[in-house]
């Protein structure tokens, strides 16, 4: 995967298969501490300690459509280029939350991505879950929740409609670019 913003994607496609009806995503670059912090979190079925011990083991996987999980492995393997920190914690009926430490200025991190897209995009695969969102920038941050949006919405225009997702997406956008001062990076 060449962006952060497809582990992430990957990730919460995992915690949809697993159940969850939260998933919180915070994208936390703090760039005076020179660390990238990705942290997923979810409410889904969890792992037991063995399948969590070997979880990042590409030829560990509960898929039966192919042998090989490559997703956690590949997520691990790009925080450790870097120098950074890869780690999960999960429990049986809890849920899991993969943290991902990345080293912010190191030529080997690879791009965050377009996170306004991957958000539309996981939201639309299946808008029954709730979903927050939270993006943090040297301290400033915002932060976008699904629950707040059906309760704007009513029970009657889902999630996933297209003009919905749009402006999912275009709201994601124009805050992250807030962040930025202005100009996404």
Request: glycine share 10%; aromatic share 10%.
């Given at each position: 995967m060449t962006e952060l913003s497809l582990h992430i994607l990957d990730i919460a496609?995992?915690?949809?298969?697993?159940k969850a009806t939260?998933?919180?995503i915070t994208v936390d670059e703090n760039v005076s501490a020179n660390t990238l912090t990705i942290v997923i979190k979810d409410n889904g079925c969890g792992m037991d300690k063995e399948f969590l011990r070997d979880v990042v083991n590409p030829f560990r996987t509960t898929r039966t459509t192919r042998k090989v999980g490559l997703?956690?492995?590949?997520?691990?393997?790009?925080?450790?280029?870097?120098?950074?920190?890869?780690?999960?914690?999960?429990?049986?009926?809890?849920?899991t939350t993969v943290t991902?430490?990345?080293?912010?200025d190191s030529i080997d991190r690879q791009p965050l991505g377009d996170m306004a897209s991957t958000m539309s995009t996981i939201i639309g695969g299946n808008d029954k879950i709730d979903y927050v969102y939270k993006h943090v920038f040297n301290g400033n941050f915002f932060e976008f929740s699904t629950a707040e949006i059906r309760k704007v919405l009513g029970s009657d225009?889902?999630?996933?409609?297209?003009?919905?997702?749009?402006?999912?997406?275009?709201?994601?956008?124009?805050?992250?670019?807030?962040?930025?001062?202005?100009a996404l990076k």
């Open positions: 496609q995992n915690s949809i298969k697993a939260l998933i919180e997703g956690l492995s590949l997520f691990k393997s790009a925080c450790e280029l870097t120098g950074g920190k890869f780690e999960i914690e999960s429990e049986p009926g809890c849920g991902a430490v990345l080293v912010y225009i889902a999630l996933s409609e297209l003009d919905v997702l749009k402006w999912i997406e275009d709201f994601i956008r124009e805050e992250t670019k807030n962040l930025y001062g202005g």
